[in-house]
């Protein structure tokens, strides 16, 4: 495996499953010392005790996002720990259902506290501190955000997480246009459908079956279909590039269905 990533450390918000916790597992094994930060406890300090069995470097913090004042204290805790933070996936994310007619607020809040507010704080606290220890300057600091197909194809039943996740994709234009000059690669990944807890009671359906035979490849995407683009841009090869959204779909979102 190629250890481009070694030396650096790395935060992944949102990896106690799904594709935070096979981003973690990947960093790790590029090099990286790894924080799994989410909610659940138990669940990242089982994924970071695995990367550690395997010889990789690991811990595990417990963050709300949502909960935007915990997220500099956690990154502090983080820098003691690993040492200066070079790399934040930001992955954190919820999945906004239902239909605009019934949405409540409560959901649209929800929604918007962990997919935009979250991605925000967590690049502003680690941005701080990559420009605070020199990391920034020496050229290794990556915001990497993860986005999804939604930043630009309405997925039909999630307004507010389409919008969300439109909103992540100008922020990560916006804070890659003011933290470029100052050192910071800002860029983000749009996903197309992976089969995870957010969305997996969906493929069962019968609507569900109907989307994925719309789609040109008639398939769901792995996780590991991501792998090489967030390694390019968590490493020295994301020098040049600034606030781009990388969409990886398999197609999915092209139009005129199957
Ligand atoms: N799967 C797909 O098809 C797909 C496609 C495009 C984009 N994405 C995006 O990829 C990201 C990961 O999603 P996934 O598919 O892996 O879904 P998932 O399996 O449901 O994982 C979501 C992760 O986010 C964490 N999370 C949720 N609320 C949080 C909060 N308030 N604070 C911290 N962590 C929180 C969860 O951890 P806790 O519950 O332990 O906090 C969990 O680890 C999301 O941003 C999603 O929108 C997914």
């Not at 239909?99 to 506290?113: G, H, K, P, S, V």
């Not at 994709?169 to 992976?194: D, K, Q």
């Not at 968590?234 to 197609?251: F, K, Q, W, Y």
Request: hydrophobic share 50%; glycine share 12%.
């Amino acid at each position: 495996m190629d250890q481009t990533l070694t030396g650096l450390a790395a935060v992944v918000t949102g990896a106690s499953g799904g594709l935070g916790a096979h981003f973690a597992r990947l960093l790790a094994a590029n090099g990286a010392a790894v924080a799994l930060t989410a909610r659940r406890l138990d669940m990242v300090e089982a994924v970071a005790a695995e990367i550690v069995a395997s010889g990789g470097r690991a811990i595990a913090l417990k963050l709300d996002v949502a909960d935007a004042q915990s997220i500099g204290p956690a990154f502090d805790e983080i820098e003691a720990a690993l040492g200066p933070i070079s790399i934040l996936v930001n992955n954190a994310g919820v999945g906004g259902e239902g239909l605009a007619l019934d949405l409540t607020i409560e959901e649209w809040d929800r929604t918007f506290d962990v997919n935009v507010r979250g991605v925000f704080f967590s690049a502003q606290q680690a941005a701080v501190r990559m420009l605070a220890s020199g990391v920034a300057a020496a050229g290794t600091a990556r915001i990497v955000n993860i986005a999804s197909i939604a930043s630009h194809t309405v997925l039909p039943g999630l307004s507010a997480y389409n919008a969300s996740k439109s909103a992540v994709a100008m922020l990560t234009r916006s804070l890659a246009r003011e933290w470029s000059r100052r050192g910071i690669a800002v860029n983000a990944i749009a996903p197309g459908y992976i089969e995870t807890d957010i969305n997996a009671s969906w493929w069962a359906t019968e609507g569900g079956q109907k989307q994925l035979k719309g789609f040109p490849r008639r398939r769901l995407m792995e996780a590991t279909d991501l792998d090489a683009t967030l390694t390019m841009l968590c490493g020295p090869a994301a020098r040049a590039i600034a606030g781009t959204l990388i969409t990886i779909d398999d197609g999915q979102s092209l139009p005129g269905g199957g």
